[in-house]
């Protein structure tokens, strides 16, 4: 408050005076009877000794008494500030208006109470200002107008305020603090932040505006008890309280209470906060705990030590146990005596924040009963992302290893079935074999005795697929590489005798067929390397013959298949796809039909040992 905007003016100054010379205020004519002069005296000790700086203007603005605690305030002697103008108790930068305002206050003067909304200051004399409040009280004397300010020092009320001010407005949540009669008398920036309104917008408003519509009338109700009795309320009390925005959005609130004493009367301090965030992360964790106490695999929490500390209903129903019979205990209540727990290796790897692959093992349940469980362990972190603990989630997957069990013993069945069945395949196809060889044998026909020897071989040819498949670990799928090994040795111990130069070369990637591509690709070879072993070489020739069979993969999805030969060459007047022989049409028909392929012949190139030869080249699907 600045003492500069209220007091009085000045012309010629009167000369200082003592106390003892200067007349009282309240002086009577000389005559005065005693009881008169016994209350001047207390009126003038009264005035002495206020707790309060009383200072009395003349109405030119000059000091013409003052108490000692106005001596006291502003540091000078009484006889520093008789006759002296009311200036210069004020700050220098507010004199000059000061006169002013102190000539209004002559023209219309009127009582001025304490504290009536003006920032006011004094100076002492050794420079220092101090906040003041100021109460005027015009006072007709016998000789003139004069007005008495009571001078009140506020300083450290200020600072006070001050300090509440600065701890209200770096408070974290909204605070407002009303008046008995619910009326907004401050507030800080984070309510204008959390409801939307500016400052002067809310003072002097009922607080229930910052309320829905449906909870004011009964809030009034509240409030006014409240006064009744008050007393602290903390945050959290479980009410469902609700904020609203100056854009009218509703949003859940918790309220602490608390009441301050002031000269103005019982005021309310307010602190809201919204828990909009935490009601969204609530409502997310219910939804959670539902999902994982209604889930049917067993999802178990456990801390760092390996203690149970949450146990779902699907654990439950997985080991037997209900949640009160094994929170606390360690989660090694579940492994089986007989069998190394694994759980320290598991939670070390969980401290250094790993997540486990799954793993199937066995668990003991309640009854003693063992279980096959499929188990996967990750860390569970808290709000500052330090690992607490770990989470458990398992599955019963007993009725899938029975079934594994079953289904292994059924396979194993089925294998040595079709084993039993490949190796019968076989030697019927040999019986066969044996029977065309047999029965040509009576033959004296030169053409058809060869027709039945064909036919013995390609029974044999197909004869050996069904034994390399009887000899092997896969029974779907058929090592051909080997197979081809053991059919072109087979063909040129029957064939080579015709011409014992003869050769076959071998270049094979490994390659797994199934069975209905094994018995094309074995009677495909089997009739192209047997024409060459039985025309491509004819005596006498002094040359050693070579025939190549090259098996080589194109590409992850498709095979090449190649027999070359060096010998006298597919003859050019004949065409390999509308032959009339047996052997080539059923070369094309495997090609084409049974492998989706496609076959070429090369019969102009340089065979190998640079004789002509002939070269076929199939490409089918791998």
């Given amino acids: 408050m600045n ?170 949540d909204a605070m407002v603090i009303v008046n008995q009669d619910g009326q907004i008398v401050l507030v800080n920036a984070q309510t204008e932040e959390l409801f939307g309104y500016k400052r002067d917008q809310l003072l002097g408003q009922s607080v229930e505006m910052l309320l829905p519509e449906q909870f004011r009338l009964s809030h009034i109700k509240h409030r006014q008890n409240y006064f009744m009795a008050p007393q602290t309320r903390s945050m959290g009390r479980g009410l469902e309280l609700y904020g609203l925005r100056q854009d009218g959005e509703t949003f859940p609130i918790e309220v602490s209470l608390s009441t301050l004493e002031t000269e ?6 307010s602190a809201i906060r919204d828990i909009t965030k935490r009601k969204q992360i609530e409502a997310e964790q219910a939804q959670l705990a539902a999902i994982v106490e209604s889930s049917d695999v067993a999802i178990i929490g456990k801390n760092l030590d390996g203690i149970i500390t949450s146990w779902n209903r699907g654990a439950e129903r997985i080991y037997g146990y209900t949640v009160d019979e094994v929170k606390g205990q360690s989660v090694s209540l579940l492994v089986p005596p007989n069998q190394p727990d694994e759980t320290p290796q598991i939670m070390q790897k969980i401290r250094q924040g790993e997540v486990t692959e799954q793993y199937e093992t066995v668990r003991i349940r309640k009854d003693g009963s063992s279980i096959h469980v499929a188990l996967a362990v990750s860390p569970i972190k808290d709000t500052n992302g330090h690992i607490v603990g770990a989470s458990v989630i398992a599955r019963d997957i007993s009725e899938r290893k029975q079934a594994e069990t079953q289904l292994r013993a059924s396979l194993k069945e089925k294998e040595a079935l079709l084993k039993e069945i490949h190796h019968r395949v076989k030697n019927n196809l040999q019986i066969i074999s044996s029977l065309l060889k047999l029965q040509a044998s009576y033959i004296q026909d030169t053409e058809t005795q060869a027709l039945f020897q064909e036919s013995q071989h390609r029974i044999r040819a197909m004869a050996l697929v069904h034994e390399t498949l009887y000899l092997s670990q896969d029974l779907a799928q058929i090592d051909f590489a080997r197979y081809v090994r053991q059919l072109t040795h087979y063909l040129l111990s029957v064939y080579g005798g015709q011409s014992p130069d003869i050769e076959i070369q071998l270049d094979l990637k490994e390659t797994l067929l199934d069975l209905d591509r094994a018995i094309a690709c074995g ?100």
Avoid at 34 to 49: C, D, I, K, T
Avoid at 264 to 269: H, M, P, T, Y
């Fill in 523 to 622: 009677l495909i070879i089997g009739e192209l390397v047997s024409n060459a072993l039985k025309y491509a070489f004819p005596p006498p020739d002094g040359q050693t013959g070579i025939i190549h069979v090259e098996l080589w993969p194109v590409n992850e999805s498709q095979i090449r298949l190649t027999i070359r030969d060096n010998g006298v060459g597919f003859p050019a007047h004949l065409d390999f796809r509308q032959t009339e022989t047996l052997g080539l049409q059923l070369v094309n028909a495997l090609v084409t039909d049974e492998l989706d392929g496609i076959i070429e012949l090369n019969r102009n190139e340089t065979g190998l040992d640079h004789h002509q030869g002939a070269s076929f080249e199939m490409v089918f699907p791998g």
């Fill in 264 to 269: 103005d009367g019982l005021l309310v301090s």
């Fill in 3 to 172: 003492v500069a905007k209220h007091s009085l003016s000045k012309s010629n100054p009167p000369q200082p005076t003592t106390d003892q010379e200067s007349p009282s205020l309240f002086d009577e004519p000389q005559a005065a009877k005693p009881a008169q002069a016994e209350s001047e005296a207390l009126l003038h000790g009264l005035f002495e000794y206020a707790p309060d700086a009383i200072i009395v203007v003349d109405s030119q603005g000059y000091i013409a008494r003052l108490n000692a605690q106005a001596e006291t305030m502003f540091g000078y002697s009484r006889a520093e500030l008789l006759g002296q103008p009311l200036e210069l108790l004020l700050p220098e930068r507010f004199r000059k208006q000061h006169v002013a305002y102190r000539l209004g206050y002559m023209i219309e003067a009127r009582l001025r109470p304490m504290g009536a909304g003006l920032e006011l200051f004094g100076r002492r004399k050794d420079g220092t200002e101090l906040a003041v409040d100021i109460m005027l009280s015009p006072l007709e004397s016998s000789e003139e107008a004069i007005v008495i300010a009571v001078i009140r020092d506020v300083t450290e009320r200020k600072r006070s305020q001050e300090k509440f001010q600065g701890l209200l407005e770096s408070a974290p």
